[in-house]
């Protein structure tokens, strides 16, 4: 690439059955190409500064309620070459899942099921030497989702069957609180300025149907006192959350047609209300089996939407609500498939 060429945005969707990013311009949406990675890669944390992206690698097969041999690597991809860059083994932890970054602390967060000491932990990783430098334990077997405030001072994590986020003091490494959650979580997310952390309850049972689920709600964490002070019924379980630049709420919806049979999901769009963390309804847009990942461009105007099992991507207009694109990314027997996964968009760069 000439020095004088600008690098356009850039679309990378995980395929885990595949084993593979697949790339696609950011505002045409052409594919790029493939990049084949070690087995069954999962969440992506983007990281526009430096213009990479980590990956993590969670098992070598199987899911997380059946899981083959565990992984313990983080990949490091430079998306707009589309090259591996390095490789950070975190032997002896296993299952490196959730990712969230640090820019202030110069650390990549990293959840792993389990480790040396034995439980669920939160491992922090130099982003300059690529090596973990500090390891905090979260009182759950198997933690997945982690976020982290814009001031870098504390996590959230979320352990699916845990009954409780886990709170983390970073500068003192410690686990601080536990907030209630009797019926488990799905993902958590940040509003843009950390004041609120939204929280898909319950944990989804992907072998039942709608009426085995516990009631499904998006709960608001106050995260100066860390309490519930908001609760938002849902029709059907809820398992990805995000929360776009300019504060809207996104949720992605699970249903089932029978039990353990994924039917099309559903996208829910809140904005924030009046009463601070109150959200109104916006829109509800269909979208394909199981909605897993949500991301959105940094002007909040386009929502990206992986469907694990339709291994389809679905792009929404999110000034309309309107469903405007699906690219096929892995598609198979919606049963099985993995199809589609973590998601990042990375806005254009300077010349390389």
């Given at each position: 690439?000439?020095?004088?060429?600008?690098?356009?945005?850039?679309?990378?969707?995980?395929?885990?059955?595949?084993?593979?990013?697949?790339?696609?311009?950011?505002?045409?949406?052409?594919?790029?190409?493939?990049?084949?990675?070690?087995?069954?890669?999962?969440?992506?944390?983007?990281?526009?500064?430096?213009?990479?992206?980590?990956?993590?690698?969670?098992?070598?097969?199987?899911?997380?309620?059946?899981?083959?041999?565990?992984?313990?690597?983080?990949?490091?991809?430079?998306?707009?070459?589309?090259?591996?860059?390095?490789?950070?083994?975190?032997?002896?932890?296993?299952?490196?899942?959730?990712?969230?970054?640090?820019?202030?602390?110069?650390?990549?967060?990293?959840?792993?099921?389990?480790?040396?000491?034995?439980?669920?932990?939160?491992?922090?990783?130099?982003?300059?030497?690529?090596?973990?430098?500090?390891?905090?334990?979260?009182?759950?077997?198997?933690?997945?989702?982690?976020?982290?405030?814009?001031?870098?001072?504390?996590?959230?994590?979320?352990?699916?069957?845990?009954?409780?986020?886990?709170?983390i003091e970073?500068?003192?490494?410690?686990?601080?609180?536990?907030?209630?959650?009797?019926?488990?979580?799905?993902?958590?997310?940040?509003?843009?300025?950390?004041?609120?952390?939204?929280?898909?309850?319950?944990?989804?049972?992907?072998?039942?149907?709608?009426?085995?689920?516990?009631?499904?709600?998006?709960?608001?964490?106050?995260?100066?006192?860390?309490?519930?002070?908001?609760?938002?019924?849902?029709?059907?379980?809820?398992?990805?959350?995000?929360?776009?630049?300019?504060?809207?709420?996104?949720?992605?919806l699970v249903?089932?047609?029978?039990?353990?049979?994924?039917?099309?999901?559903?996208?829910?769009?809140?904005?924030?209300?009046?009463?601070?963390?109150?959200?109104?309804?916006?829109?509800?847009?269909?979208?394909?089996?199981?909605?897993?990942?949500?991301?959105?461009?940094?002007?909040?105007?386009r929502a990206?939407?992986?469907?694990?099992?339709?291994?389809?991507?679905?792009?929404?207009?999110?000034?309309?609500?309107?469903?405007?694109?699906?690219?096929?990314?892995?598609?198979?027997?919606?049963?099985?498939?993995?199809?589609?996964?973590?998601?990042?968009?990375?806005?254009?760069?300077?010349?390389?």
């Amino acid at each position: 690439m000439s020095a004088a060429t600008t690098r356009r945005p850039v679309l990378a969707v995980v395929t885990s059955t595949g084993q593979a990013l697949r790339f696609f311009d950011g505002h045409s949406y052409e594919p790029l190409g493939d990049l084949p990675v070690a087995a069954q890669p999962h969440e992506i944390a983007a990281d526009p500064e430096r213009g990479l992206l980590y990956v993590s690698h969670t098992y070598r097969s199987g899911v997380y309620t059946a899981p083959g041999a565990k992984a313990h690597e983080i990949s490091v991809i430079d998306p707009y070459r589309r090259d591996l860059v390095d490789v950070i083994p975190l032997e002896p932890e296993q299952a490196p899942h959730g990712l969230a970054l640090d820019h202030r602390g110069g650390l990549l967060y990293v959840t792993v099921e389990a480790g040396p000491a034995g439980g669920g932990a939160l491992v922090g990783i130099d982003t300059t030497t690529r090596k973990p430098v500090r390891r905090i334990e979260v009182s759950t077997r198997g933690p997945h989702w982690v976020v982290v405030t814009p001031d870098g001072t504390k996590a959230y994590t979320a352990g699916k069957e845990a009954p409780f986020i886990s709170v983390i003091e970073l500068e003192r490494g410690q686990l601080t609180r536990q907030i209630p959650m009797p019926y488990g979580t799905e993902e958590l997310a940040l509003s843009p300025d950390g004041r609120f952390a939204y929280v898909a309850a319950a944990m989804i049972d992907y072998t039942g149907g709608d009426d085995d689920q516990h009631p499904a709600c998006l709960k608001t964490i106050d995260t100066e006192r860390d309490l519930i002070v908001h609760t938002v019924p849902l029709d059907h379980p809820a398992s990805p959350v995000h929360v776009t630049a300019d504060g809207q709420v996104l949720t992605g919806l699970v249903r089932f047609s029978a039990p353990g049979v994924p039917a099309d999901g559903l996208l829910k769009t809140f904005q924030p209300g009046t009463e601070p963390g109150v959200l109104s309804h916006r829109f509800t847009t269909e979208v394909g089996k199981v909605p897993l990942t949500i991301r959105t461009t940094p002007d909040s105007s386009r929502a990206f939407v992986a469907n694990l099992r339709s291994g389809t991507l679905d792009i929404v207009d999110l000034t309309t609500g309107a469903h405007t694109r699906r690219l096929d990314i892995d598609p198979g027997d919606p049963a099985h498939v993995q199809g589609a996964h973590g998601i990042a968009y990375l806005p254009p760069r300077g010349p390389s």
